[in-house]
């Protein structure tokens, strides 16, 4: 079994930083593959970015592509999501998910781990 632990979320005004951690566990770190999804209010859960596995390069949705990124720290067990520039619209919930390996998926059931969120509000 894999847990998840998210953190870093908190408010921000439009244009600052933020970075999201994730800390692994209950499986060797290097045998998963990290991503992050996120839920507005009222909205389905969408994803965010995704690490790169194998041959299967890093993805990141279009909407915040330049923005986002994902990286690791094996030392720590840690995937991390640093988010810059923010924007009003990524207010979200964010989630920390994993999977044993991928094809590049980004669908919410193809990732059978997941954190509990942590939440990240944007100010205008």
């Known amino acids: 079994q894999v847990q998840l632990v998210e953190s870093g979320g908190g408010l921000v005004q439009a244009g600052g930083s933020l970075r999201l951690s994730c800390v692994v566990s209950?499986?060797?770190?290097?045998?998963?593959?990290g991503a992050w999804f996120r839920q507005a209010a009222g909205k389905e859960r969408e994803f965010v970015a995704r690490?790169?596995?194998?041959?299967?390069?890093?993805d990141y949705a279009d909407s915040v592509k330049g923005r986002f990124t994902i990286s690791r720290d094996s030392a720590e067990n840690t995937v991390y999501l640093q988010m810059d520039n923010l924007k009003p619209e990524d207010t979200a919930t964010y989630y920390c998910?994993?999977?044993?390996?991928?094809?590049?998926?980004?669908?919410?059931?193809?990732?059978?781990?997941w954190g509990q969120g942590t939440r990240v509000t944007v100010a205008s």
């Open positions: 690490e790169s596995w194998s041959l299967v390069p890093t």
């Open positions: 998910a994993a999977v044993p390996y991928t094809l590049g998926s980004r669908n919410t059931s193809d990732f059978p781990y």
């Open positions: 209950g499986r060797t770190f290097n045998r998963i593959v």
